[in-house]
């Protein structure tokens, strides 16, 4: 199976429908989108953050996560057909200190998904969300010596940090047969640092 890899910056509508539009031209369908783009960009106190630092954050996360959502609704209704995994955080549930942009965004991307569930459904499209909790990704390590990580895993009931694969297995899940049935719904992948 061949591969095709594209950049497109998530922030601007045109970049993301052209990308999707250049993506059904070559394939004629779309199966399945994952929106894992995102991060916590800029980490300060609610009084210091400034609004240009809002927006970048709100427009990575949550616009992102829009637009991508919105560019292949179109064909996957038409197909009768798609599934649509998005990505919040144990953050968009518990909020963080100096976090207040990325926590908002990813809380609010959970009732996006939820709304984008209930408006897909019935052309057989499902819509779900995963929420990570701390995983061992390459950006996230950059920040943390070997022995910084295992203390912060330690932590986390399952006593460890999560490892990227485990978040892979989720979407795979969330995009089989398996969980044909599934729509509208959070799947925590957090070694139990958050219930709901």
């Not at 996560?65 to 599934?83: D, H, N, S, Y």
């Not at 919040?88 to 976090?99: E, L, P, Q, V, Y």
């Not at 709304?115 to 995963?130: C, D, K, Q, T, W």
């Not at 929420?131 to 910084?148: K, Q, S, Y």
Request: proline share 3%; glycine share 8%; hydrophobic share 40%.
């Amino acid at each position: 199976m061949s591969q095709s890899f594209y950049r497109v910056d998530l922030q601007y509508k045109t970049e993301v429908q052209d990308l999707f539009q250049t993506i059904y031209a070559k394939t004629k369908r779309i199966d399945a989108l994952v929106n894992l783009a995102g991060g916590t960009l800029h980490k300060s106190s609610i009084q210091d953050f400034s609004l240009s630092d809002w927006r970048e954050v709100i427009n990575v996360n949550l616009k992102g996560t829009f637009l991508c959502c919105q560019a292949v609704l179109k064909p996957m209704k038409t197909r009768k057909e798609g599934i649509i995994i998005n990505t919040s955080s144990n953050f968009g549930i518990t909020g963080s200190g100096g976090r207040t942009a990325y926590a908002a965004a990813k809380a609010a991307i959970i009732a996006f998904t939820k709304s984008v569930a209930v408006e897909a459904a019935p052309f057989g499209v499902r819509a779900n969300v995963i929420a990570p909790g701390l995983t061992a990704t390459a950006r996230v390590m950059t920040g943390h010596t070997e022995t910084e990580w295992r203390k912060l895993g330690k932590q986390i009931p399952m006593g460890r940090a999560a490892d990227p694969k485990d978040i892979a297995e989720a979407v795979n899940f969330l995009s089989s047969d398996e969980s044909a049935y599934i729509t509208g719904q959070l799947l925590h992948v957090n070694g139990g640092m958050v219930f709901t």
